[in-house]
């Protein structure tokens, strides 16, 4: 079974305007953790933002946070005041266990493009 | 967070050769992931790498094909041996670092063309 779902393969925005990426995700473990990364055409994996299964805030990092719902099993980034160098693709993942010697499963991927 | 690098940045090989891609992150980690990203697809992790023990490898890989060294606990090897153009792909390392949540950090990736 898919452990990451990202439902949108592509996605428009317009500059300045927020956009939400959806993810859900599938574990049974009690400890895990969910990333987004950020692949530009260059390919590099930039890492964008983490949320732990036991935090009890929504993680944020600058114009990016996430949405971590526990109880839907979904963990949607947000990112706000869009620019045109957010396009790109973007990458849900899942890391289950509680370390950092643990591998991770990634989603689809939903490509962005912000239109100026 | 983890500085790493990854050598060659790209490369165009011919079929039937092996490349050997280099990792190097600094600061010691256990373990070093290593993944592989098909044109329009997502990463698909090949192997885990700890360093003083043989690599992990993930259904569909195999050491004869993926040969991984881990010499020390700041570098990694992933060899792609007698290559078909069906091995085009992006190749990523990856750690995770102790810290908040125990992030997990790639490497710029090295762009591989078999011809």
């Known amino acids: 079974a898919q452990k990451i779902t990202q439902t949108q393969p592509g996605m428009f925005v317009q500059e300045k305007e927020a956009v939400t990426l959806d993810c859900t995700y599938d574990?049974?473990?009690?400890?895990?953790?969910l990333f987004w990364y950020k692949q530009p055409s260059s390919g590099e994996m930039i890492f964008l933002i983490y949320?732990?299964?036991?935090?009890?805030q929504n993680a944020t990092e600058g114009r990016y946070s996430l949405n971590f719902q526990k109880a839907r099993k979904s963990a949607n980034l947000v990112i706000s005041a869009s620019q045109l160098g957010d396009s790109a693709m973007y990458f849900c993942a899942m890391r289950e266990g509680p370390g950092g010697d643990y591998k991770l499963s990634f989603g689809a991927g939903t490509t962005v493009t912000v239109r100026a | 967070s983890a500085v790493i690098s990854q050598k060659p940045s790209r490369d165009i090989c011919q079929r039937g050769t092996s490349l050997t891609i280099q990792c190097q992150v600094d600061?010691?980690?256990?373990?070093m992931f290593w993944y592989r990203q098909q044109p329009g697809q997502s990463l698909t992790l090949i192997a885990t790498a700890n360093q003083g023990s043989e690599a992990t490898y993930e259904s569909g890989f195999v050491i004869d094909k993926f040969p991984i060294s881990r010499p020390n606990l700041t570098f990694s090897t992933l060899t792609v041996s007698n290559m078909s153009p069906e091995d085009s792909s992006i190749y990523l390392c990856s750690v995770g670092v102790q810290g908040a949540g125990y992030r997990q950090y790639f490497g710029p990736g090295t762009r591989l063309t078999v011809t």
């Open positions: 949320q732990g299964s036991y935090d009890e």
């Open positions: 600061s010691q980690v256990t373990m």
């Open positions: 574990t049974s473990d009690q400890s895990y953790g």
